[in-house]
C-alpha cells in the first residue's frame, strides 16, 4: 500500500514557492481555530498518510474553534496554499527544485 505526503508549493494568492515544502504537521485548532502548520524540505520529515483522499481530507479541513471565516466561507486555514498529492515513492524520485507555469497553478485547483 503507498503512503502519501502533502507537497506545498506556494501561497494559493501569490507566487509558488522556488523550492516546495512538505507538510510536518498541522494542528487546525491553535490560535483559535485559524490553525499552525509546520512545513519541511526534508521528506523524511514530512507527515505521511493511508490514501490520497486522506491528504485532501486535511487540506481541507475545517477547525471546529472557528468554522467560518469572516466573509461566511468555510474556514480552512491549508486551502491558503497549493498543493500536491504524491507517494511518498513520487517525492523522493522528484527533484525538489521545479519550474510551475500559471497553467500547472490553475490545472492544480489552488
Known amino acids: 500500500m503507498a503512503t502519501y505526503v502533502m507537497r506545498v508549493l506556494g501561497p494559493a494568492a501569490g507566487p509558488l514557492w522556488d523550492v516546495p515544502e512538505y507538510l510536518a504537521a498541522y494542528n487546525p485548532e491553535s490560535h483559535d481555530g485559524r490553525g499552525h502548520a509546520v512545513f519541511t524540505r526534508q ?13 485532501f481530507e486535511c487540506w481541507r479541513q ?44 490553475s490545472q492544480r485547483g489552488r
Open 43 to 55: 521528506l523524511a520529515d514530512a507527515l505521511t498518510f493511508g490514501s490520497a483522499a486522506m491528504v
Open 62 to 105: 475545517i477547525p471546529r474553534a472557528r468554522r467560518r471565516r469572516p466573509d461566511g466561507k468555510p474556514n480552512r486555514p491549508l486551502t491558503a496554499f497549493t498543493v500536491e498529492v504524491l507517494t511518498v515513492e513520487a517525492a523522493s524520485a522528484d527533484s525538489p527544485i521545479r519550474a510551475h507555469s500559471t497553467e500547472e497553478k
